[in-house]
């Protein structure tokens, strides 16, 4: 097991990255940080230079691999860091230097178990992409067929591995502060990168992934997953079609070939709400560098590490909460909240239809281009705390993703309305899905299921019955061991050690940083 003295020499060296950056800056003055953290953020920053404008990109891709990702995540916590962070966090580029061929060879067939000549006729050395966890050659089949070979970095399991253990420390210790810290779950929000991140560290899971995704998609048009070759695929290697097209991000490229640009952005936008709300499992990563669209118009999707799945009484709420946004209902999106438990009882269903009036109603009608996106978050993270909404981590993955495709179909169409957009496809969803055929049908077969579950049922009565609410149970947190329990138990010396060595090496790291600039 790591010792607390680890962790706290690991915060204190990424704090002092951070601090260099300026991404402390704005969470050191929030009027909900914890006044522990405060002083910690003090001690990090001491003898540092900061820039104006804190660059949180750039702090996190100086800091390493694991902190890549966790800025990922972090991007769909607008209300841990801000607006403002979460908007720059969302442009964080996953690029690092690539790792040498031949080590890139010799994991393919260490993992594939042969030859890397008995595989490819010809892989190219130099990479198409090297990201935090993977990177990308083209190469040939023996076939003759083009393919992407994507390969993990070596000793990246363990890299990440240590790091997320000293996250899950540090969030333990966070949540146990109470207050807004204990609101916000930072443990979930840990608990939750580490399970994204292993999924990403095992790439048959991604090729699982995306070939359940095609399954999903099969019959929509114009939007297509690349084939998963399996003979090239194990755990750390993942075999796949090589795709021909344009990034969706060079928009004067897509011009130059004659796309509808217009046409392209409600493509996606559509195409993302099937994946949500009908399908219930979508691609999680949907930015620019993962979306291409070929000669034909057809947007084509890759990198499935990260996915998102949502039960089918949450897209039901999900689709009524959209729909009765874009529709101004907001009692019917208010009694949702109170159904699904996302606000406690104890608050008043009409106050709380008020509060999203004074948020949505600025913003119908209005295209992308005239709203203010940080007064919107900041105005529904007001409301969050306003009402002890807690947060909800199985809806994380889709709002970073909503972000992002929205971010995308801007871009493509500046003028573009997204609640314009979403409505009409809602709409026909839920008349679909709650309309009067759609209860009668939904009904015979929840009377079935419950009259074959009532053996069960009465011998298991507690284990079977649902719970309340659109959530799934949460994953089990890391079972963490406190500074001040240990104090108590008299073990290692006490937080006022740990302090201690923390204040001493703040203090030296800053001497040394004083005499490089001097």
């Known amino acids: 097991m790591t010792s607390s003295r680890t962790h706290i020499f690991r915060l204190l060296k990424w704090g002092r990255t951070l601090a260099k950056h300026g991404a402390l800056r704005d969470i050191e003055k929030h009027k909900t940080t914890p006044p522990q953290v405060r002083r910690l953020f003090r001690i990090a920053r001491l003898g540092t230079i900061q820039p104006k404008t804190p660059n949180y990109s750039a702090a996190l891709q100086a800091i390493g691999p694991a902190a890549i990702k966790l800025g990922q995540t972090l991007a769909t916590r607008p209300d841990i860091i801000g607006a403002e962070a979460a908007r720059d966090l969302l442009q964080l580029q996953d690029n690092l230097p690539p790792v040498a061929f031949?080590?890139?060879?010799?994991?393919?067939?260490?993992?594939?178990?042969?030859?890397?000549?008995?595989?490819?006729?010809?892989?190219?050395?130099d990479p198409v992409g090297a990201a935090s966890i993977a990177q990308v050659h083209r190469a040939t089949t023996i076939e003759g067929k083009d393919v992407a070979v994507k390969v993990l970095r070596p000793g990246i399991i363990k890299k990440f591995t240590a790091d997320i253990e000293t996250y899950e420390w540090a969030a333990a210790h966070l949540e146990a502060m109470g207050g807004e810290a204990k609101r916000l779950r930072p443990q979930l929000v840990v608990a939750n990168f580490r399970r994204w991140t292993m999924r990403e560290l095992d790439l048959r899971r991604e090729a699982a992934s995306a070939s359940e995704l095609a399954e999903h998609m099969e019959n929509v048009e114009q939007f297509e997953i690349p084939a998963?070759?399996?003979?090239?695929?194990?755990?750390?290697?993942?075999?796949?079609?090589?795709?021909?097209?344009?990034?969706?991000?060079?928009?004067d490229d897509l011009i130059a070939a004659g796309h509808d640009l217009s046409d392209i952005a409600n493509r996606l936008v559509h195409t993302f709400l099937k994946q949500a709300i009908e399908a219930g499992y979508f691609h999680a990563d949907m930015h620019q560098g993962n979306l291409f669209v070929k000669a034909d118009g057809t947007i084509v999707a890759i990198d499935f590490g990260i996915m998102g799945r949502i039960n089918k009484k949450a897209r039901f709420w999900l689709a009524e909460i959209l729909y009765g946004l874009t529709t101004g209902n907001y009692k019917r999106v208010a009694e949702i909240h109170f159904e699904a438990q996302y606000v406690p009882n104890h608050h008043i269903m009409e106050e709380f239809a008020t509060a999203l009036r004074a948020v949505g109603g600025p913003m119908r009608g209005k295209p992308v281009s005239e709203l203010s996106v940080g007064d919107m978050l900041d105005g529904l993270f007001a409301i969050t705390r306003d009402f002890d909404m807690e947060t909800q981590p199985h809806l994380l993955l889709l709002q970073k993703t909503m972000v992002m495709v929205e971010g995308i179909a801007t871009d493509l169409n500046p003028e573009i309305n997204m609640w314009d957009a979403s409505g009409p496809y809602v709409k026909n969803w839920i008349r679909g899905e709650l309309g009067p055929e759609a209860a009668i049908a939904d009904r015979i077969n929840s009377d079935m299921d419950t009259l074959l579950m009532l053996p069960d049922i009465v011998r298991r009565l507690d284990a079977q019955l649902p719970r309340q609410g659109g959530a799934p149970p949460p994953p089990p947190v890391a079972d963490i061991e406190l500074l001040w329990e240990k104090r108590k138990a008299g073990q290692g010396g006490g937080f006022l050690r740990y302090a201690l060595t923390a204040t001493i090496a703040a203090a030296a790291g800053a001497g040394a940083l004083w005499m490089i600039v001097s």
């Not at 070759?229 to 060079?250: A, E, F, N």
């Open 228 to 251: 998963i070759d399996w003979d090239r695929t194990s755990g750390r290697v993942l075999t796949l079609d090589w795709v021909d097209g344009i990034k969706i991000s060079c928009r």
């Open 102 to 125: 031949k080590k890139i060879a010799d994991e393919i067939e260490a993992s594939l178990g042969k030859p890397i000549s008995a595989l490819y006729s010809h892989i190219d050395p």
